[in-house]
């Protein structure tokens, strides 16, 4: 099925999304798939684009969120990501038809404000960066040989070609500079990234390492309640039966669990113990006590 020519589809995409789009090859950055989906649902976050992308990793991010919006929405149609990405035109132009012709069947109708969805941003209406240099360099070159055989005094020629220069001076320092904020970009991302990476993994193993000394501490501690029991039972109940010898042991037995450390301090008066910081009173548990003693 033959679908509409280049020419058609950058004056619908132009239309719809009020942007001046030259070149279809420009839609690999993701950004203008992006909002021709929105225009339909309206439930892309296109806060989340970038619409000025100029690096792969970027458009990688913009395709992201095409694929999210296709899974939401059961759409199978499967996006050759890569293919689209390396901004050829023949392969974004088989896409935008086939993108067209599903927009045709879909599109609720009515108006769509592309400017007030995106908050204003502007899309790179040409080709990534070295698309881009090659048609600036073309244009020159072809302004050069205008001018050459253009019958104009050499008065406007000198005069022409300084402004010409002065003009094309800005695009150079832009097209520079891009690329070492987008590095910087990167790499300050990827620095964040590891210093998370290591947190979690130090969070991990505290964490690991509290549970298991939990458990040892109430293994132990279950450990010495039996034994207390133990004691506590022979010297209540073998009065006059146990010899004294077996009666200081097991008093010396119960001096030593109920002795502390120099420089512990009891848990806040009021709240159990066991209870890991929960306000109950031990009214109970003391009378238990004074019972047992």
Known sequence: MVGESRQELLTWCSELLQLNITKIESCGTGATYCQIFDSVYQ?????KVKFNAKSEY???DNF??????FKRHKIDKPIPVEQLMKCKMQDNLEFMQWYKRWWDQFYPGGDYDAVARRKGQLTNSAAPTMSHNRTVSSASSAHTRASATAPAPAAARAVARP???SARAPLTTA???????????????AQLKRDLENLTADYTDLDERHTALEKERDFYFEKLQDIESLVTNRLESGVGEIS???QGSLEAIQKILYSTAPGFELPV???SVEDDGDPRLLDEDEENLEETY
């Open 269 to 271: 008066e009021g709240l």
């Open 163 to 165: 402004g010409a220069a």
């Open 58 to 60: 970027e458009y990688v």
């Open 175 to 189: 097209t520079t500079r891009a690329p070492a904020a987008s590095t910087a970009t990167v790499a300050q991302t």
């Open 244 to 246: 004294e010898s077996e």
């Open 64 to 69: 992201k969120i095409l694929q999210a919006a």
């Open 43 to 47: 439930t892309v976050p296109l806060n």
